[in-house]
């Protein structure tokens, strides 16, 4: 089945209108005390937050509950990635300056590093809510049930770009023109289950879950364009995999060659559709070394979902563009054009890129999707009698699933004081992360734990985009409501 669509241009254009800015991303940091403490801290993860990072963290000492806990409303948000450097885009796009093509691979060698037209380089925003969480601790067993949705959006590209923009047709070259895009809404429930051993020194725990998605859609594009004093040349290859409203009501509607392109396309998500179910397991062990030192490692987010509402692949029919000039038709410029050489200009493009680009082919049915697998290991130090903590560890992603924004591992470090007494005391946390998906990354935060009420905060970002790594990074998370007893 043939249709004909605009979907390889709509990539192009979303990939070269997000460059200079922040567009999608990975959430390394999970729960609240992480974020403040600069990172995923399988080791030293408490109360609920061990749910979705490490279950077996939910019958340790230091769990933060002793029978029961109750969450609602706690929320996290990340936004940046490598793509974000702020001083690149500064040289290559504010500058005013006349880029030659010397500086102009230099601008782009330092954004994209020394394979810079090779290197897929992404960004993103993900947003993560928990409605409700509840755990308890029954002798040596620990339970935990979570309602959680999460949102990804994320986009990579190559150097090549750039290089495009920066340089144009002023030298003859050929680049590879790659990336991917990627949009993301599920909703999952999770039970987690804990047992310790050894006399409490050992804990394993498992939280399997179901997932619901509502909308997924992922473009990847393999491509090279050649320029070269007589012609550009643009071979090219993409896979589009969507469902749910986003393909129904976007995807399927827009376009780009339309004089409306938009006009039949309205988003409109329906809440609570579901276009794809799954299932996810996250896995946990916690030894304790000693009194004060506890060991950890989890993996988290294993499993897919298939998806299977309004779901289809795209292929394009087509895998070459080709632009050798414009033969000039003086009459055809007169009598259709009134001789506006621009409008003329644009017709005989827009006729070349129908060619190459409009038509696609559409196969319907299901897809599987995996889900942002990540492995976790650290360790947390105890001390001055318990009222401090001190987290390190790391965190590095196992596939290039959305949401997971850069293979590169990272490395945390942070610690908790507790200011005040068992009734009312104050944890002040704080860190630094490095690697991953972003430069050296400055973390802050607190709690207010009152009897059996409590209130977490934390917030991180990189204090440049090129110090220790490149990338900003930017987390904020909040619990406000939480019942521990």
Known sequence: MNRYHTRIFAFIALAVLATPGVAFAQLEAHGIRGIGMGGSGTAAVAGLDAINLNPARLVADDAGFRRLAISTGSFTVFAGGPLVQFQAYNDAFTTGAVITPETGHSIVADWFGSSSLSTIQRAGVQAQTVPLALAMRVNDWGFG?????????????????????????????????????????????????????????????????????????????????????????????????????????????????????????????????????????????????????????????????????????????????????????????????????????????????????????????????????????????????GKATVSTGGSVAANTAPGNVSRNPSLHVGGEYRLGGRAFNVPLRGGVQVGGSGALTLAFGFGIHAGPYRMELGVAATPTTTSVGQGGRYMVGASLVNLSF
């Open 145 to 385: 049930v979570s309602l959680r949705s999460r949102s990804y959006g994320q986009l990579g590209i190559n150097g090549g770009w750039v290089d495009l923009l920066l340089i144009g047709t002023a030298e003859e070259r050929t680049l590879p023109l790659n990336g991917d895009l990627s949009v993301v809404n599920m909703f999952d429930v999770s039970v987690a289950v804990a047992r310790s051993f050894l006399d409490g020194r050992l804990s394993v725990g498992a939280t399997p879950r179901l997932v619901l998605g509502s909308d997924y859609s992922r473009i990847t594009l393999d491509s090279d364009v050649t320029v070269n004093s007589t012609s550009v040349i643009h071979d090219f290859d993409y896979k589009i995999q969507s469902a749910g409203s986003i393909n129904r009501d976007v995807l399927s509607q827009v376009n780009l060659f339309s004089t409306d392109p938009f006009g039949n396309g309205s988003f409109t998500p329906t809440p609570f559709s579901i276009a794809g179910t799954g299932l996810g397991l996250d896995l946990g062990v916690r030894y304790s070394y000693s009194r004060n030192v506890d060991l950890a490692a989890s993996v988290t987010d294993m499993g897919f979902v298939n998806w299977t509402g309004d779901a289809a692949t795209y292929k394009p029919v087509n895998n070459q563009f080709r632009f050798d000039g414009i033969e000039l038709n003086l009459d055809e410029l007169q009598n259709q054009f009134d001789n506006d050489f621009g409008q003329y200009l644009e017709s005989r493009l827009d006729s070349l890129a129908r060619i190459a680009y409009e038509e696609s082919t559409t196969e319907a049915g299901s897809f599987k999707a995996q889900l942002p697998t990540r492995m976790h290991a650290g360790a947390s130090f105890r001390l001055l009698g």
